[in-house]
């Protein structure tokens, strides 16, 4: 069976964190090869992402932490390798990661690639180390081949496998991949999956991103207006057309990204007969 993962936020309430803990038990049914758990801007959410992520070991889920390191030191990034390994974190989402607003650069750490690196040289294979991609191109990147040569240089420097960004046109993940190929990567690139249960939440998060959002998609997406159940219906039949595109080509697996809901998911991966 092809395998999944799942990405989650930390919730910033008690009770976003009791859905949350709903929500994965009706997640889990879909058996995924492990959940994620995003990290804020210069770590803001370091205290609940490492708190969730202990949550979902504790359930007899693997876990993985999103970890980004700009602005920080090696010494605060060695002492939370050593937090997340006695916790019995074995996988890690290595991230170059955003400032929050109002910060400077400082730090040690300049590039993903320089945290993977050091992680390697300090931890050796104590963690499995995703790195993130963009089949469209890192919206801060100079050109097509910089974003390439960034990517290519996070592997070599011992990144075991790479989740992309979300994307809804299947021949750009196709390229980027035969690209990465040509260029000596062989790790697994795992396709990002976004259901679209929002348009403007979509919309927003996308012009942010780097995502594109085919003006078809969009155009009826917004044709819509506030009308959620058509909304619904057209984003889970764009999206499972999607993936089955992907699984259909061999990919090596599917990563949701969630958004802390469970129906969205629930539905593609019963839409692909995976329930």
Known sequence: ???????????????????????????????????????????????????????????????????????????????????????GVKRIVALRGDLPSGYGMGGEFQYASDLVAYIRSECGSDFHIEVACYPEVHPQAKTPQSDMDAFVTKVRAGADSAITQYFYNADS???????????????????????????????????????????????????????????KAFGQEVVSDLCRRLVAAGVPGLHFYTMNQARATMDLCEALGRC
């Not at 348009?199 to 819509?224: H, K, M, N, T």
């Open 1 to 87: 069976m092809l395998p999944i993962s799942l990405e989650f936020f930390p919730p910033k309430t008690a009770e976003g964190s009791e859905k949350l803990r709903v929500t994965r038990q009706q997640l889990y049914a879909l058996k995924p090869e492990f959940c994620s758990v995003t990290y804020g801007a210069g770590g803001s959410t370091h205290a609940g992402t490492f708190t969730t992520v202990s949550e979902i070991l504790a359930e007899g889920v693997d876990a993985a932490s999103h970890f980004s390191c700009i602005g920080a030191t090696r010494a605060k990034v060695c002492d939370q390798l050593a937090q997340l390994k006695a916790m």
């Open 173 to 231: 993940y196709f390229r980027f991949v035969d690209e990465a190929a040509r260029r000596g990567v062989t790790v697994p690139i795992v396709p990002g999956i976004m259901p679209i249960t929002n348009s403007s939440q979509l919309l927003r998060f996308s012009d942010a991103c780097g995502a594109e959002v085919p003006r078809w998609i969009r155009l009826r997406l917004q044709s819509y207006g506030d009308d959620a159940a058509s909304i």
